[in-house]
C-alpha cells in the first residue's frame, strides 16, 4: 500500500520515542511535562518513508498505564504495530495490556522490537528473546518478526526499517472508495487559520473544499485546507496523517473522540449492538456493568447489556448491547475496546454489528437469530434484514448506511434481491426508494381494505382523502412519498388515484337505488327551473332529502358535472347555462358591452342571478369586466367558441 500508519506500543520507558526519533529524526515528546517526565503523555507523530517508496506516518502512543486512553485514541487507526520490549526488562504489565489492545482490535500486521541490547549480554538477551516467544502464542502477532535494536549504537536500526518495508507490502489499503470517515485525535488552533484536527484517514478521500459533517454533533463545517506529512496538499487520501484546517468552527466544537465524515454518511447513537470477548486474564462481567468504551479515539461510559445471560465469564464471546451515556457514531466491523469503570484496566472488546441499535428484549432467540445474521449474512442477507424488519421506506444509501455496506455492495444486493423478488423498487424524483416485498404486500392489503370499507360506506365519494390515508396509515411517511408508493401501487393494478383521493381501481361512484331516484328528481327540478333555480335547501325539501346524505349527493353531483356551481348559493344545471352562455354570446357579438341591467332583461330574471351569472362567466373566460359592464374575452370576440 502507498499510504500506511504504523503504532507503537509497550511498557513506559522501553524506549518507543528514542526508537521513533532514531528512525525519522523526530522527537514525539512536545509537551514540557513530557520533557522533564521523561515519558510521553500525549500522543506523537512523525514521518516515514520506507525503502520501497511507501511514505508511512508513525504514532508513538504513551506507555504509562495512567496514559493508556491516550494510547487507545492512537492506536485505532493503525495498519501496523512496533510492540517495543526493552531486552534489559523483558515483558511488563503494560506490555500485556497493550498486547491485550492489540488483539481486541486484530492489528494483523506487526514487528516486535527488542531495545536497549547495549545493555544486556547475549545469554540474557537469549532469555529474553525465549520469554517473548511465549508471550507472542496465540496472540496476533505470534509469528511475527523480531528484531533487535539500539538506538544508542545505532545497532539493528537498518534491519529494523527494512523489516517493516517487507511487512508493510502485507498489509491491506485503506478503502480510498468508501465515504469520509476521520476520528480527531487531536485539535488546536492556529493564528491566522482558526481549527486544525488531526487523524488518521480510516476510509475515503478528502479534498479542499469539502463539507463535513463533525459527528456526533452534526455540525456542519468545510474543508479550508490539507496537510499530510506536514506539507499542504489539494487531496488527502485513506491511510494517511491528515491535518483538516475547518471553517466556522471552534476548538471546542471538534473535541477528540469527533468524527470528521461526510455529510449524512453517520448516524449519532445511543446503543450498539456488537460481539463482545472478554479477556482471560480478569474477572466475570456482570450483566449491567459499567464501563469505559474506547471507539476510535473517543473514550465513553457504558453500560453492557448482555442479551443471552446475566454473567459472562473470562474469555468468553457473546452477544451484547452497549448502552452509552453519550451518543457515538460508528460502522458495522468497527473494532473497540472496554476497560473496567474503576480501577481502570483493560477487561474486552469486540467488533460493532449494529451501529444504530434499537433497544432489544433479553433472553429472546428472535433477538439473537437477528443479530447473527447482522454479523454474519450476506450483504443480501443484511439488507433484506433492514428491509424487513419495519415499515418503512429506504434509499439505497441508507440501506448501505444501515447495514454497513459500501454503495457498490449495497447496488448490487439490492438488483439481487429484485431480482428474487424479495423487494419492491419505488421510483422517486431523483433516487429510488426500496421497501420488502412483504411490507408492500401488507401495505397493499390495508389499503385495499380500508377502501373497500370506506367506498360500501360512502358510495358517491371519489376516493378517501391521500391525506388522510397516509395520517391513518403511513404516519411514518412524508406527503411525497405517499405519492411515490400510491403510484406505485396504481402501476401494480392495487388502486386508482385522483388528484385529492385514491380509491380502487374498479370503483366508479353511483347511488343505490334510493338515492337514484332523489338525483333523478334533484337534476329534474334543476333542469325545469331554467333561469331561476331554487337554493340547494329548498330542492332538497321538494325532493324529501335530508341529513347528510344532501351533502353527499351535492357533492357527487358537482364531481360528475351534473350540478355546476355558479356561486356559494346558487347551482344551475348545465343546460340551461349553456342557453345563458350563448345568449350572452349572441348579444356582446352584436354590441360593445352588457350591463348586470341588460343581462337581467336579457335573460329575463332577476338581478339575485343576473350579477353571480355575470362573475361566473368572468371566471369562466366567457367575458371580462370592463368599467361596469362586461366584454367578450379576447377569443371570442368574432366567433363563439363554447
Excluded at 476510535?296 to 464471546?317: N, W
Excluded at 481502570?344 to 443479530?371: C, F, N, Q, W, Y
Excluded at 447495514?403 to 438488483?415: P, R, V
Aim: charged content about 30%; proline content about 5%; aromatic content about 4%.
Amino acid at each position: 500500500m502507498d499510504n500506511l500508519i504504523i503504532g507503537t506500543a509497550g511498557h513506559v520507558d522501553h524506549g518507543k520515542t528514542m526508537l521513533v526519533k532514531a528512525l525519522t529524526g523526530v522527537d514525539t515528546d512536545r509537551l514540557k511535562e513530557e520533557k522533564e517526565r521523561g515519558i510521553s503523555i500525549e500522543l506523537g507523530f512523525a514521518p516515514l518513508t520506507l525503502p520501497g517508496g511507501r511514505r508511512a506516518g508513525i504514532v508513538d502512543v504513551p506507555g504509562h498505564e495512567r496514559f493508556i486512553k491516550n494510547m487507545l485514541a492512537g492506536v485505532g487507526g493503525i495498519d501496523l504495530v512496533l510492540l517495543v520490549i526493552a531486552a534489559d526488562e523483558g515483558v511488563m504489565p503494560q506490555t500485556k495490556e497493550h498486547m491485550d489492545i492489540i488483539n481486541l482490535l486484530q492489528v494483523e500486521r506487526g514487528v516486535v522490537v527488542l531495545t536497549k541490547i547495549d545493555l544486556v549480554d547475549e545469554e540474557w538477551l537469549a532469555l529474553v528473546r525465549e520469554e517473548v516467544a511465549g508471550f507472542l502464542k496465540g496472540t496476533t502477532l505470534e509469528g511475527a518478526p523480531v528484531v533487535e535494536v539500539s538506538t544508542i549504537t545505532g545497532q539493528g536500526l537498518d534491519e529494523l526499517v527494512r523489516t517493516i518495508d517487507r511487512v508493510a507490502a502485507e498489509v491491506r489499503p485503506k478503502p480510498a472508495t468508501g465515504q469520509v470517515r476521520l476520528p480527531v485525535d487531536r485539535v488546536f488552533s492556529v493564528t491566522g487559520f482558526g481549527t486544525v484536527a488531526t487523524g488518521t484517514l480510516w476510509s475515503g478521500v478528502m479534498k479542499t473544499g469539502d463539507l463535513l459533517d463533525i459527528m456526533p454533533a452534526g455540525i456542519s463545517t468545510r474543508i479550508r485546507s490539507l496537510q499530510v506529512h506536514g506539507a499542504r496538499v489539494e487531496e488527502a487520501r485513506a491511510g494517511q496523517r491528515v491535518a483538516v484546517n475547518l471553517t466556522g468552527v471552534e476548538v471546542e466544537d471538534v473535541p477528540r473522540g469527533s468524527v470528521l465524515a461526510a455529510p449524512g454518511s453517520l448516524l449519532p447513537s445511543h446503543r450498539l449492538d456488537v460481539r463482545l470477548l472478554l479477556i482471560p486474564e480478569t474477572r466475570p462481567l456482570k450483566h449491567r456493568a459499567r464501563v469505559r468504551l474506547h471507539l476510535g479515539t473517543a473514550e465513553i461510559l457504558a453500560r453492557v447489556v448482555l442479551l443471552d445471560r446475566d454473567e459472562l465469564s473470562p474469555g468468553e464471546k457473546t452477544l451484547a448491547q452497549l448502552e452509552l451515556e453519550e451518543p457515538a457514531v460508528a460502522a458495522r466491523g468497527d473494532r473497540f475496546v472496554i476497560r473496567s469503570y474503576s480501577p481502570m484496566h483493560t477487561i474486552g472488546g469486540g467488533s460493532v454489528i449494529d451501529p444504530v441499535a434499537r433497544k432489544h428484549r433479553r433472553m429472546r432467540e428472535e433477538v439473537i437469530r437477528s443479530l447473527l445474521t447482522r454479523e454474519k449474512g450476506t450483504p443480501e442477507e443484511l439488507l433484506f434484514q433492514q428491509l424487513d424488519s419495519r415499515p418503512a421506506l429506504f434509499t439505497a444509501a441508507e440501506l448501505a448506511r444501515a447495514a454497513g455496506l459500501s454503495e457498490d455492495e449495497a447496488g448490487k444486493a439490492l438488483s439481487s434481491l429484485s431480482a428474487g423478488g424479495k423487494m419492491r423498487e419505488i421510483p422517486a424524483e431523483k433516487q429510488s426508494y426500496f421497501v420488502s416485498r412483504r411490507v408492500y404486500g401488507e401495505w397493499g392489503e390495508a389499503v385495499r381494505q380500508l377502501l373497500q370499507d370506506y367506498h360500501r360506506e360512502f358510495p358517491l365519494r371519489e376516493g378517501f382523502p391521500k391525506e388522510e390515508l397516509r395520517s391513518r396509515k403511513f404516519p411514518q411517511l412524508n406527503s411525497k412519498q405517499l405519492q411515490f408508493i400510491l403510484a406505485a401501487m396504481e402501476k401494480d393494478g392495487l388502486v386508482r388515484v385522483h388528484a385529492q383521493d385514491v380509491s380502487l381501481p374498479d370503483f366508479s361512484p353511483r347511488p343505490g337505488p334510493a338515492q337514484e331516484r332523489q338525483v333523478n328528481g334533484l337534476l329534474q327540478l334543476y333542469r325545469e327551473s331554467g333561469y331561476q333555480p331554487p337554493s340547494w335547501s329548498e330542492a332538497c325539501r321538494q325532493v324529501g332529502l335530508t341529513g347528510p346524505q344532501a351533502g353527499e349527493i351535492l357533492q357527487y353531483l358537482l364531481r360528475q358535472g351534473a350540478l355546476i356551481r355558479v356561486s356559494d348559493e346558487i347551482l344551475f344545471h348545465p343546460v340551461p347555462l349553456q342557453d345563458l352562455r350563448k345568449s350572452l354570446v349572441d348579444f356582446l357579438q352584436e354590441r360593445e358591452g352588457i350591463s348586470v341591467g341588460e343581462a337581467r332583461d336579457l335573460w329575463q330574471t332577476s338581478r339575485k342571478y343576473a350579477l353571480p351569472l355575470l362573475e361566473y362567466f368572468d371566471r369562466e373566460r366567457v367575458t371580462r369586466r370592463v368599467g361596469d359592464k362586461r366584454v367578450l374575452a379576447r377569443g371570442l370576440e368574432q366567433k363563439d367558441r363554447p
